[in-house]
């Protein structure tokens, strides 16, 4: 379906662990009147697991959302980007599926500095359409592969 999410890639970070996280959790994460009134067992544990003299210090879980691939429409609409268009001729679904085929041959020069020239090499010799798209697809390597960071 177009529009559908087909990859995504994410970072987690664990936070240093401080009463205030546990405030947090259950000031602003839990929903009050649900752990008031509610009988699911997952409540029920919470409410058990809720102190109120003592704020144990807790641990906090960040998760960041680093990459998102979205399923490219089977006709690009009226006004679709070049490289929307350019894609959907070869037959290429998405940001990912692109970046799956690409990968291989670039992996490596992702480490050494030379992921545009082997972008584009690789681009030369087994998607020649796409060559004039080189720099934008370049980019979506550079943020797939966590190198903007």
């Not at 999410?5 to 009050?32: C, I, M, Q, W």
């Not at 058990?48 to 690009?76: E, G």
Request: with cysteine.
């Amino acid at each position: 379906m177009p529009g559908k999410v087909d990859a995504y890639r994410f970072l987690t970070f664990y936070l240093g662990e401080t009463s205030a996280n546990f405030d947090d959790f259950y000031h602003k994460v839990v929903d009050p009147l649900w752990l008031a009134g509610s009988d699911a067992p997952d409540a029920a544990a919470l409410r058990q697991t809720r102190q109120s003299s003592a704020k144990p210090p807790c641990w906090r879980i960040l998760h960041r959302v680093t990459y998102v691939s979205r399923v490219l429409a089977p006709v690009p609409p009226p006004g679709a980007p070049p490289l929307e268009r350019a894609m959907r001729a070869e037959n290429i679904d998405s940001n990912y599926e692109l970046i799956k085929r690409l990968e291989p041959y670039v992996r490596t020069a992702a480490t050494t500095g030379a992921l545009a020239t082997a972008t584009r090499e690789a681009l030369a010799a087994q998607l020649p359409e796409l060559v004039p798209h080189a720099g934008e697809i370049t980019e979506y390597l550079t943020r797939y592969l966590g190198l903007d960071n």
